[in-house]
């Protein structure tokens, strides 16, 4: 194995804490899971770490699994951010065109996106990323990529920044510090996620992707290629656990147990069918309708919200692409089918790109993505969704942002 093609990528989740070690294959330009560990979240709550020490401690005990399994000594890490406090805000700035010639020159382009992030924050509140989105130059509107070079006497941006909460954020990368590792680069989870799933078609026909996870799901909206929208909801598949424990009297585990064997997004089993579950304490009987029905209730308040958020981005338009869905939540039976129902739109499950297939598996979506970023920047992979003038402010924006880690 060669040290400098082995990307380690830890995904911070509400149940679990994931790390995975991905290898480049210089011959057929394919990636090859090195090493993969996770282990139960204690310290996370709703995809915010609230206690660092103990997360601390995960993380060291997956470092250690996962060097003993890639048999290499492991420094830097990618890692995500999550958690309801992520926030979104569009801006836009503007500049005159510097040169004499009215040619738009590189100094321009950078002007007018560091004019389009100078606005102002509520206290304890701070930018984690600038997504350009579009140019404008003397009011032709729309254009994508870099304007280098066009002629103009005005440049416009329209970016899309994504935030998080001060005290949060300090809380992930402390964590993450105090394990011994260096932080390489730090990606909000909706993000990190779409990088795993989605195809540059995708994100340029419009599509949203849905990451069910435990605590949280994960949204991002792109279309023409860039992120138009993004949120993380403060609802996942740990609530559908919560209401079996309480509708049926158990514990957490039990019920856990019974959403992952006996779940379903499908109401059409027949209400007299029974299902009887040997407890510790005592056997559990109850209908199997009556589980699907508290299962699709709460997936159905998902995908309300989701609603919300394709329809405050885009008004009315539509998303060619439709829904891709991923995560651990995406794994119960039928969800496909009533996703299509509330949302109106197409829908698939989502998985990694560029693994093999016996390894792919959506709830490790988001981890493969933090990986793949990695790749990104140290030019692994091709980011054929990025244009040349995607790749230099990515690149500008990641060295401007470790400047603020910890």
């Known amino acids: 194995m060669q040290k400098a093609n082995l990307i380690t990528a830890l995904d911070i989740g509400t149940s679990s804490?994931?790390?995975?070690?991905?290898?480049?294959?210089?011959?057929?330009?394919?990636?090859?899971?090195?090493?993969?560990?996770?282990?139960?979240?204690?310290?996370?709550?709703?995809g915010v770490v609230v206690r660092v020490e103990e997360v601390s401690k995960i993380i060291n005990n997956i470092l250690e699994q996962l060097e003993n399994q890639s048999g290499q000594k492991i420094e830097s890490v990618f890692v995500n951010i999550g958690g309801s406090h992520i926030f979104t805000m569009n801006s836009s700035g503007s500049v005159v065109v510097s040169r004499a010639d009215q040619r738009i020159s590189q100094e321009d382009v950078d002007r007018v996106v560091q004019a389009a992030q100078t606005f102002s924050l509520p206290f304890n509140k701070e930018i984690l990323d600038i997504y350009p989105k579009e140019f404008t130059v003397d009011g032709e509107k729309g254009i994508k990529g870099s304007p280098l070079g066009m002629q103009g006497l005005k440049?416009?941006?329209?970016?899309?920044?994504?935030?998080?909460?001060?005290?949060?954020?300090?809380?992930?990368t402390s964590a993450v510090l105090n394990s011994g590792l260096q932080i390489l680069d730090i990606i909000p989870s909706p993000?990190?996620?779409?990088?795993?799933?989605?195809?540059?078609?995708?994100?340029?026909?419009?599509?949203?992707?849905?990451?069910?996870?435990?605590?949280?799901?994960?949204?991002?909206?792109?279309?023409?290629?860039?992120l138009m929208g993004a949120a993380v909801l403060p609802i996942g598949s740990d609530h559908i656990t919560h209401d079996i424990a309480v509708w049926l009297k158990t514990d957490i585990e039990a019920a856990e147990r019974i959403k992952i064997e006996f779940g379903t997004c499908d109401q059409s089993s027949s209400k007299k069918e029974k299902i009887k579950v040997s407890g510790e304490d005592n056997n559990l009987v109850f209908s199997r309708k009556m589980l699907s029905g508290i299962i699709v209730a709460r997936i159905t308040d998902i995908f309300s919200e989701v609603q919300k958020e394709i329809k405050n981005n885009f008004q009315g338009e539509i998303l060619p692409g439709g829904i891709v869905l991923t995560g651990g939540g995406?794994?119960?039976?039928?969800?496909?089918?009533?996703?299509?129902?509330?949302?109106?739109?197409?829908?698939?499950?989502?998985?990694?790109?560029?693994?093999?297939?016996?390894?792919?598996?959506?709830s490790l979506s988001c981890a493969y993505g933090l990986a793949l970023w990695g790749f990104d920047s140290q030019d692994g992979l091709d980011r054929s969704d990025l244009t040349t003038f995607g790749k230099e402010v990515w690149n500008r924006s990641k060295n401007f942002f470790r400047n603020f880690i910890p």
Not at 200 to 213: A, H, N, R
């Open 191 to 226: 993000v990190a996620t779409a990088r795993a799933v989605l195809s540059p078609q995708q994100k340029e026909l419009g599509t949203c992707v849905i990451d069910i996870g435990a605590g949280t799901t994960d949204v991002a909206i792109y279309k023409e290629g860039d």
């Open 330 to 362: 995406s794994k119960l039976p039928k969800i496909v089918e009533l996703c299509k129902k509330e949302l109106k739109l197409p829908c698939r499950l989502g998985f990694q790109q560029y693994v093999r297939e016996a390894e792919k598996d959506s």
């Open 17 to 46: 804490i994931k790390g995975v070690c991905l290898l480049k294959n210089g011959k057929s330009n394919s990636l090859e899971l090195a090493a993969s560990a996770q282990h139960p979240s204690f310290g996370v709550r709703r």
């Open 155 to 172: 440049l416009e941006a329209q970016v899309l920044a994504i935030g998080a909460f001060s005290p949060y954020f300090k809380n992930s």
